[in-house]
Structure formats: structure tokens, C-alpha cells
């Protein structure tokens, strides 16, 4: 048996999980050995001093994907230099979920040949899998007989999993967990680069402010030099000791000095880590952790080298895009996957589907970005018998006070007014009680 030691914090629920995967994977000790590797991985990726600040994706911390996923909740129980605190709240609720049920989940036939295939498939990053491996224990939970569909090679894709819910009533259910399109991976592409000019003006001069731009056009359409244009207008035209505001075609901004004394106070004694909470410092307010920027002159901690011990100067950059035609083209994901899940369940079954994705916290797009999924499944035109149709909405959080933290909302439609009840994929969690999206929920 597994035995944590030197974690951030215990959490037997988490171990379940990973030691459900290590028992049904056949070999827990090599399990156990590819995990350990990914934390080894993720130390030698962040040591070195150059890249602080640069947060690490999965994808970039080798080719086992699988491992690299799977380490962070290993890390939170045994290794804190290796657990992330930005990846940890992408990574260990679905860890958390599966250890909650791993009793329904031994009942459900075919999880451990679904489960053995994800660990086979190392450069493949395993959020679907365990997305489909999370809901049928749920739904086994709820004491629903339930198995999953194996797919016959040459034939077309089949439904993930089918219900048996009564003597002569089967459902199939497709699940979805939609990942950022191609036009969302393009838009942070596009926008980084506008950040980088900016950024070489930063470190030049040695500024510590806080930017904050919200984008009125799609991020493609702005110039390079955006940012470092009304950065160098700002400078000639005002010390900064005021709040500078602009608006144009490209966007509406402000720009003022960042408070580089509070963070000289929270370094005074100890040593901050480099990132939402030393954000925060410098501009007063919790900032989006996926969509800001923090470039600094700073000593890193000789410990634990993400952390560092004193700062000369330190600049946020942060940033949205309203535009409607880039919200629009986000939610024609959603219709391509619904039009695949749709003809994946055709047939004389009844149906249900569920789709899962992100959504930035405090993100003014999103509304209407729900808004636009909303339509678009009102004015899909089925082709199966669908019972019921769900999409979570999922808000991960590095949150101060909390070691990892994600909140959801589901929409959920059925045919006609049939009421259809709540299945969240996070069933054992606490109702936050109110109908504001998880994406406005104060923490």
C-alpha cells in the first residue's frame, strides 16, 4: 500500500483514487515508479531559474502525459516541490471524484479495461478517459447498472457508456470533455506575442505596474505593438502616479503603478511564490490565473527556486476579449462536437449527453459565450432519441486559502418541458446555493 509522506496536504479520497488506478493498471509498483518519475520530471522542469514564472503545461513536462497528470495529486500527498499549485486545480478533482467512488466503480463492467487503456496511451493527456471513468461511477453510485461499450476496431465510434435503469429501459451516454478549440489556442498565441513586445519595454525600464486590457475585436486583429504602444504614449504623457486610461477600435486599457512595497512586505521574513498571490500584491485584486502575465527582476529562493526571496521590480499584465465574433466562433466547438456526439448515440436507444469544459473565472465573455451554447443546442436538430442533453461548465481555481479548488455549473435540457435532474460531474461536492454562475462565485 501506498503511504504519503512529505505532502502539502492529506486526503484519503485522492489516494483512493490513485491506488485504484495503481491495482487496476496490473502493476503497482511500476504505477507507483511512473509517477514517481513525472514529479522527478516536473522538479528538473522548474529548477532552473531562468523559467520563473513560466508555468509548465502537462504537455510540456514529457512524453508520459499520463504520469505528469496523475503526479500532481501523488505530490499534493507526498511531494510538495513537485506539486503545482496552477496545475494542481486542473488535474486533482477528477482524482478526487474517481477516489469518491471507486466502490460503484468496481461494479461498473469494463472500467478497469478503460482505465488500462488510458495508462497504456502515455502521450495522450487523460482528461477524457478519466472524465468517462468519473461519471460512470457516478452514475453507479446512484445505483445504475452500468457498463461501458467496448468499440469494435473498423467500425464506427460508439456511445461511452449504456444504463440499465429498469427491466426493459437501457440508455447510451456520450461524454464529452471539450478541450480549447483551435481558435482559443490560436487567440492566447496571438495574444502572448502582443504581451512580449510589451514586455521588452518592461524589463528595459525597469516598471513596476499593473496593465489591464480588455480586447473589443478579435486578438488577431490587434497589432503586435499594441500594448507597447500605449505603454510608451502613457509614459511620455504622465508619471503614472494617476490611473491612465485609453479606448479605441482595439480595445479599452488602464494603466497604473503596481504596490512592488506590499510584496517587499510578504518577502520581508520569507520567500512568495511566483504567481497568483505575488499578482494580487502588486494590483490589489485576484486576478484571472489563466488570463494574466507577471514579468519581473527577482531572487529566487535557493530552496525551491518558484519562489523567490527578494524583487527589484515587477509589472502585471492582464487580459479578456469581448469581442462577440471571437465568442461566437468559441461556441461553433461546441456545435461539432454536439453534431459528433449526436450521430454516436443515433439509433433506437434513448440518449443522454454530457459535455464539460473551462471557463475563465470573472470572465465577461462568458455569459455570453453561455448564451451562445444555449442557442445553439435549442436550434440543434437531433437525429437520436436524446433524453437529456448536459453541459458542465468547469471553473478551476488556485486559490490562496485552498490547496486546489474547482466549482461547476450544469445547464441541463430535455425534450419538450420533461424536467431532467441534476447529475454534476463533482456529485459529492457542496451546492454553492445560488444561481450565480461558478464563474462569478466569489471563493
Request: glycine share 6%.
Amino acid at each position: 500500500m501506498y503511504t504519503p509522506l512529505h505532502g502539502v496536504e492529506y486526503d484519503e479520497d485522492i489516494l483512493a483514487g490513485l491506488d485504484w488506478l495503481a491495482v487496476t493498471s496490473g502493476n503497482r509498483r511500476e504505477f507507483w515508479d511512473r509517477l514517481k518519475h513525472a514529479q522527478e520530471a516536473y522538479i528538473a522542469a522548474t529548477g532552473d531559474p531562468e523559467r520563473l514564472g513560466q508555468d509548465p503545461s502537462i504537455a510540456e513536462l514529457g512524453v508520459d502525459q499520463v504520469a505528469s497528470y496523475l503526479a500532481q495529486s501523488k505530490s499534493l500527498l507526498d511531494n510538495r516541490r513537485s506539486w503545482d499549485p496552477a496545475l494542481a486545480p486542473k488535474t486533482v478533482p477528477l482524482i478526487k471524484q474517481l477516489g469518491l467512488n471507486v466502490t460503484g466503480l468496481d461494479r461498473v463492467s469494463g472500467s478497469g479495461t478503460r482505465a488500462r487503456r488510458m495508462l497504456r496511451e502515455r502521450g495522450t493527456y487523460p482528461e477524457s478517459a478519466l472524465f468517462e471513468l468519473v461519471m460512470a461511477g457516478n452514475y453507479s453510485a446512484m445505483g445504475v447498472d452500468t457498463m461501458f461499450i467496448d468499440e469494435m476496431p473498423g467500425q464506427s465510434k460508439t456511445p461511452d457508456l449504456r444504463l440499465v435503469v429498469g427491466p426493459e429501459e437501457i440508455l447510451n451516454v456520450e461524454l464529452k470533455r471539450l478541450r480549447p478549440g483551435l481558435y482559443d489556442q490560436r487567440e492566447r498565441i496571438y495574444e502572448r506575442s502582443i504581451y512580449q513586445h510589451a514586455a521588452e519595454l518592461i524589463y528595459s525600464l525597469r516598471l513596476s505596474l499593473h496593465l489591464d486590457v480588455t480586447y473589443l475585436c478579435e486578438v488577431s486583429e490587434v497589432p503586435p505593438t499594441y500594448l507597447q504602444n500605449w505603454l510608451t504614449r502613457a509614459l511620455s504623457e504622465t508619471s503614472l502616479t494617476q490611473e491612465y486610461v485609453w479606448h479605441d477600435r482595439y480595445g479599452a486599457g488602464k494603466i497604473k503603478s503596481a504596490n512592488l512595497a506590499a510584496v517587499h512586505d510578504d518577502v520581508q521574513d520569507s520567500s512568495l511564490y511566483f504567481g497568483t498571490k505575488m499578482a494580487r500584491l502588486l494590483t490589489g485584486s485576484i486576478v484571472n490565473e489563466y488570463r494574466y502575465h507577471l514579468i519581473a527582476d527577482a531572487t529566487p529562493d535557493w530552496r525551491d527556486p518558484r519562489y523567490v526571496s527578494a524583487i527589484r521590480f515587477a509589472t502585471v499584465v492582464t487580459w479578456r476579449c469581448n469581442s462577440t465574433e471571437a465568442i461566437q466562433r468559441k461556441a461553433r466547438h461546441l456545435k461539432a462536437r454536439l453534431v459528433e456526439a449526436d450521430r454516436q448515440v443515433a439509433g433506437g436507444q434513448p440518449a443522454i449527453l454530457h459535455f464539460a469544459m473551462d471557463v475563465d473565472l470573472d470572465d465577461p465573455a462568458a455569459d455570453l459565450r453561455r448564451e451562445r451554447n444555449q442557442q445553439v443546442i435549442r436550434d440543434f436538430i437531433s437525429n437520436s432519441h436524446l433524453s437529456a442533453l448536459y453541459v458542465h461548465y468547469l471553473v478551476p481555481r488556485t486559490c490562496e486559502r485552498h490547496t486546489w479548488l474547482i466549482d461547476e455549473t450544469v445547464d441541463r435540457f430535455g425534450p419538450g418541458h420533461v424536467p431532467v435532474p441534476v447529475i454534476p460531474i463533482f456529485s459529492n461536492s457542496e451546492p454553492l446555493g445560488s444561481e450565480v454562475p461558478a464563474w462569478r462565485q466569489p471563493i
